[in-house]
């Protein structure tokens, strides 16, 4: 939890010189009884703090309110609009490629940002240089790494992945009872026009009983390795 917010100086960021920013991307959201509402900002935060010990990159404080209107009826949730969350990623792009990097990396840990795709697919049409980690095939690749046992469909929602990367990297935040909160609902086929509340009623769409930190462990080192690509296919543009 010490490392959410970056505390490097600007003499350090200058001795640096990074052609990658990095910005981590959270929500504000139930995560059922057993996780917090900050659970997502952890987990993108989590993500980068182990790419900047790992590449040289300017590590950027995240975003901790997203798009999370599929929660809206779990106290607690909190979003702003798509096109808000539009408006800061360019932003933010905007103002740190006039001081430094002239790469920025949108680091997403919430999966109903579905705008961060548009986000980076314009930018790329306007020879702006951003990118989208982790990539489906980045998080499938890191769940094959830790060898979860549940799909990324079935995994939806304070499930295994999730409550596995708490475990390992903060385990005082993951409330007791996560052994017992399983719940499937494979079919949400009305997911976008129904919420969140139509498939499940503790706010758990999969099975956090399977979580363990060594699993947490190895899904972090998987996606720290794959943002490795990220970085070259950067580097080139």
Known sequence: MNDVLPTATTTEERHRNAPVAILPVGSFEQHGDHLPLST?????????????????????????ISCSHEHST????????????????????????????????????HGGNYVLSNVV???????????????????????????????????????EIETSLLLHACPEVVRPGYQDADHTAD???????????????????GRPSLATAEKGKA????????FADVMDMLTKL
């Open 187 to 205: 079919d949400r086929r009305h997911l976008l026009t129904e919420g969140m509340q139509a498939y499940t009623r503790s706010g758990v769409i």
């Open 219 to 226: 899904v972090l080192n998987s996606l720290t390795s794959s």
């Open 74 to 109: 779990w106290p607690g949730t909190v979003s702003i609009s798509a096109r808000t969350l539009h408006a800061v990623i360019t932003d933010v792009y905007d103002s740190v490629t006039r001081t430094g990097p002239q790469t920025l990396v949108v680091v997403n840990a």
């Open 40 to 64: 997502d900002t952890i987990i993108a935060s989590l993500i980068c703090r182990k790419i900047a010990d790992t590449y040289p990159v300017l590590l950027l404080p995240p975003i901790t």
């Open 121 to 159: 697919q314009e930018a790329s049409a306007e020879g702006r240089a951003m990118a989208l980690f982790p990539t489906r095939e980045d998080w499938q690749g890191a769940r094959g790494a830790a060898e979860l046992v549940s799909s990324m469909h079935e995994d939806m929602h304070a499930g």
